[in-house]
């Protein structure tokens, strides 16, 4: 018998620090599975960013830095500039991507830099446990809304990939779902899509992952999976928003 | 003919892969892992058709498919 | 090299940073630098293997620095008083990361949004560390264009050998003012080899990583001190400055780069109504010349240090001076500039 299916290079052996269910996992797989497929874990520099992931650095089998929190654009504008045959990525959370680090993403996308922006999108800061983040659903609770996200004074969830796509120089843009497998290998595909973006130098792109978070949402990981397609998705829709050869 | 194998010492026990197996033939063991989690485990191998469907959902790629 | 041309002090920052390796340049526009940031783009984004990116914040441009100085290539940027304090968290994580880069701080005046008026009222900043945790950067305060070129091209080297920020502490006037200016043929410096650390694509070796944290404390207790070795050495063997008149003085000025400059015309003034004064000018602000200061206390019973802020060096020369002399101050704030008439009024209050 062949292995099919089992632990990508571009990952290191060191275990994940993530709580049991957390979609993180799920992320850095596919990632990792697919700079293994285009041969360039060698020539890749990865940049993580402040939360949960932050750890990163360790899961990745390739070179890494940890950028300030949301900032890990501008510190992938760095290396790119400098090594333009380099394959740059950044993973950050909803909280660095999406609230903190606003300005570092649309500037990113805006001067079309050559980088693959890898966003978790779990509708919630994790590592601090549990506050509202920019894509927190309306009424959802949380630490800092406790009694539920009031578009009035907290205004709606962010939906950056829409956002962002309006952005001339943003190449490839797609929002996908880790809650099952028919959306991981769809997920999968959206990932390998945004790196022969980059691979292709045709700038900026970024797949926004809807993920989970058990601990925080206090939900078991299947319930999550579940909580995940019945809220997050009918509110992020799916799809690619941007692709090359619109921007062509 | 197809097979798999669980790292049980990295399985966190979320139980992802239960809820992902078509045939479901993967149950939670009764043992503990080092870390204190119920790794999950398979159950009338000879069933499995190597769909991965397990491996894929699992956060912590603790299961390798053989076909 | 070798030519001798009349510039700008921003520009001529830019073509000493340029001379001196650097081919990455990321900022944001700011008065009174940002002649600085318009050379860089002018010679830069005609350059092959280099950038200039016009960063959407300060705090953007510093951490496009991080990324670039991570992959160990020279890289700069500059700003002035308020775009500086929006570099800080970024600083900080660069020099706890062990990462070479050069950051340029034409003052201005502050607090707040300040004004746009030459000053010095970022020292604290610049030598306490000025970001969150325990750290310094190399401060380097020039006095003229000429300098200007030299210890940019000094920061970049001192920068590389001690991994670590340097920053160049000059002001809005430095920044405006034109001088002629030589960019001399320098000796060859052996510097550390980047190969160890930089990000390259972990091709043929083990993956590795550039970062500012661990969250056991035993470990980041030892990368800090392993940090503050660092400081010390510099302590040892980097610090600079230029004494004057020195022997005999019954006063000695201490002030570095605009100030300085201004203290000698004053020094000439006090010689012809035939009072000596001193001038120590503090070329390294970190390390500071502490022992200079200290030797010559034992001689000189008067210090008088006279900053254009309301009194920040002022505390390292009185810890310098250990109370075996008596020092005393004079500042103007808000970028007012003090003249040679004023200063020379103040000592001789103190004669």
């Known amino acids: ?5 089992g632990r990508p290079e571009s990952l290191t052996e060191v275990p994940f620090t993530y709580c049991p269910g957390c979609h993180h996992g799920i992320a850095h797989r596919l990632v990792a599975e697919v700079l293994d497929e285009f041969k360039v874990r060698e020539n890749t520099i990865g940049v993580c960013p402040v939360g949960c992931s932050v750890f990163a650095y360790l899961f990745f089998n390739v070179d890494m830095i940890c950028a300030a929190h949301g900032r890990a654009p501008a510190t992938a504008t760095g290396i790119k500039r400098v090594k333009p045959d380099s394959i740059v990525f950044t993973y950050q959370g909803d909280g660095d991507l999406a609230s903190i680090g606003t300005a570092e993403i649309v500037h990113a996308a805006n001067r079309g830099e050559n980088i693959t922006v890898i966003f978790i999108n779990n509708a919630i800061y994790g590592m601090t446990g549990g506050q509202m983040a920019p894509t927190t ?49 769809k997920a999968k595909k959206s990932i390998k899509k945004a790196f022969q973006v980059q691979l292709d130098k045709k700038g900026f792109s970024m797949v926004e992952i809807l993920s989970t978070c058990p601990t925080n949402w206090g939900l078991s990981p299947i319930e999550a999976s579940k909580w995940l397609e019945e809220n997050m998705i009918p509110y992020f829709p799916l799809g690619e928003f941007r692709t090359p050869e619109e921007v062509a | 003919m197809a097979k798999i194998v669980i790292d049980e010492e990295r399985c966190k026990g979320c139980e992802l892969c239960l809820a992902a197996c ?3 033939i993967l149950v939670m063991s009764e043992n503990f892992n080092k870390k204190g989690y119920h790794p999950a485990k398979q159950i009338n191998p000879e069933e499995c058709t190597g769909c991965a469907f397990c491996a894929m959902t699992c956060p912590d790629v603790a299961i390798e498919v053989f076909k | ?72 290539v020279r890289v700069m940027t500059s700003s002035s008083s308020p775009g500086i304090s929006l570099k800080q968290e970024g600083i900080s994580y660069i020099t706890c990361s062990e990462i070479p880069c ?53 920061a970049f080297d001192l920068a590389d050998k001690y991994t670590n920020p340097a920053m160049i502490l000059g002001d809005g006037l430095l920044g405006q003012m034109m001088e002629a200016v030589e960019f001399k043929e320098r000796p ?10 930089n990000l390259t694509g972990c091709k043929g070796r083990e993956h590795r990583y550039v970062v500012s944290f661990d969250l056991d404390p035993n470990i980041l207790e030892k990368w800090n001190l392993n940090i503050n070795e660092k400081y010390k050495k510099l302590k040892e063997k980097e610090v600079r400055y230029e004494a ?28 012809k109504e035939g009072i000596n004064i001193g001038l120590i000018r503090p070329i390294t602000l970190f390390p500071f010349p502490e022992k200079i200061i200290a030797s010559t206390a034992v001689k000189t019973k008067k210090f008088l240090t ?30 007012i500039i003090p003249s040679p008439e004023e200063i020379l009024k103040e000592a001789k209050k103190y004669l």
């Open chain 1, 1 to 5: 018998m062949k292995k099919v299916f």
């Open chain 1, 137 to 185: 659903l309306v009424g959802q609770v949380t630490q800092t809304s406790p009694y539920g996200r009031d578009p009035k004074t907290m205004g709606y969830p962010i939906k950056m990939a829409e956002m962002l796509s309006t952005l001339k120089r943003a190449a490839y843009i797609s929002r996908v779902a880790l809650n099952k497998p028919a959306n991981i290998i």
């Open chain 2, 22 to 24: 078509p045939k479901h």
């Open chain 3, 1 to 72: 090299m070798g030519e001798k041309m009349l510039m700008k002090g921003n520009e001529a920052i830019g073509e000493a940073a340029i001379r001196a390796g650097c081919r990455y340049y990321f900022g944001y526009p700011i008065t009174p630098q940002s002649e600085l940031t318009a050379y860089m783009a002018k010679k830069l984004l005609k350059m092959k293997d280099a950038a200039f990116v016009q960063a959407e914040s300060e705090i953007a441009a510093i951490n496009m620095v991080y990324g670039a100085a991570s992959t160990g």
């Open chain 3, 102 to 154: 050069v950051v340029v701080n034409m003052q201005r005046g502050g607090p707040g949004l300040g004004d746009i008026q030459p000053a010095q009222s970022d020292y604290f900043q610049a030598v306490k560390g000025g970001g969150h945790g325990d750290y310094h950067l190399i401060v380097l305060a020039p006095s003229s264009v000429q300098e200007l070129v030299d210890l940019t091209m000094d």
């Open chain 3, 188 to 197: 060859k410096v052996e510097l550390p080899d980047k190969s160890g650390w």
């Open chain 3, 244 to 271: 004057v008149n020195l022997e005999n003085a019954d006063l000695v000025i201490v002030a570095y780069g605009t100030v300085a400059r201004i203290a000698k015309t004053t020094i000439q003034m006090a010689k």
């Open chain 3, 306 to 335: 006279v900053e254009m802020s309301l009194g920040q060096m002022v505390e390292d020369v009185k810890l310098a001076v250990n109370g075996k002399a008596e020092v005393n101050f004079y500042g103007r704030a808000g970028g």
